[in-house]
């Protein structure tokens, strides 16, 4: 881990063209332009959830703006509390990836009055699901020229049969949240979304530095998920984390660094574009 500098943060609301919006914390290392990595959550989760807060100033303070933010339809309102379970219902991967490149078009928009360094694109990690979604926005967004996944997915259909069958019945499934207790709907848009997209050929479409960051012991997205990307992904990196689950041993709430979450650090702080001491 490169020698740590100064890091503000800057909270804003984004619009979104139908009148939704989506909270923004961006990390910001003190004394001018730096480059800029978008960080994105996964499924269930939210930008202030366990590690995502201190991984931002982490890999602020290494020297580049971190972008961390919520989807507008992770099913929270800004903070930590699952109180818009009717937006969680509805979302869509595709929504999901609308909203991570108006993040992006926001802050490129805004990138002189910010010190942002966009001259060589800008760089994405995602989180699981937000992995995928990364992977799906590159493919469409050329300022985007640098991907992490961190234990990312490789398709988005991952539910067992008795609930699609529940969907066949209702419309929608429930998802049960173990650590909230909360019985959260999931509509059947996200399945008739996520059945659209193919992914194989969303990675084999990109031709940008990938890095592929991934728990051996992860039992929500296996590790044979990393494999299919690594095969997908022309010229990318995969690195296995060994004792790594699907949140690199983090907690909500916060619990501390984990030895495989500080790997995890360390090979994206190695692997993202960052200012030089040269540089400033």
Partial sequence: MSAANAVTTTTTQILCPDGLSLTLDLYKPAGGRAPLTLLCHGFKGFRLWGMFPHLAQRLAAGGRAVALFDLSHNGTSGG?????????????????????????????????????????????????????????????????????????????????????????????????????????????????????????????????????????????VPPTEALALEGWLAGSRRVPIVGGDHTLGARHPWAGWSEPLLTACAELDDWLPRYAPSDR
């Fill in 80 to 220: 930590e509390d699952f109180d818009r379970l009717d937006l969680f219902a509805e979302q869509t991967v595709s929504r999901h990836t609308d909203d991570l490149l108006l993040v992006l078009e926001t802050l490129w928009a805004d990138r002189q009055a910010l010190e942002l360094d966009l001259d060589h694109g800008a760089a994405v990690v995602g989180h699981s699901m937000g992995g995928g979604v990364a992977l799906l926005a590159a493919a469409q967004e050329p300022r985007l020229s640098r991907v992490v996944t961190l234990n990312g997915v490789s398709h988005f259909l991952r539910v067992p049969a008795v609930a699609l069958e529940q969907l066949a019945r209702d419309d929608q499934i429930i998802i049960r949240n173990g650590r909230t207790g909360q019985d959260m709907p999931l509509k059947r848009p996200w399945f008739d979304d996520a059945e659209a997209l193919d992914m194989k050929a969303c990675c084999e479409s990109l031709d940008i530095p990938s890095l592929i960051v991934h728990g051996e012991d992860d039992t929500v």
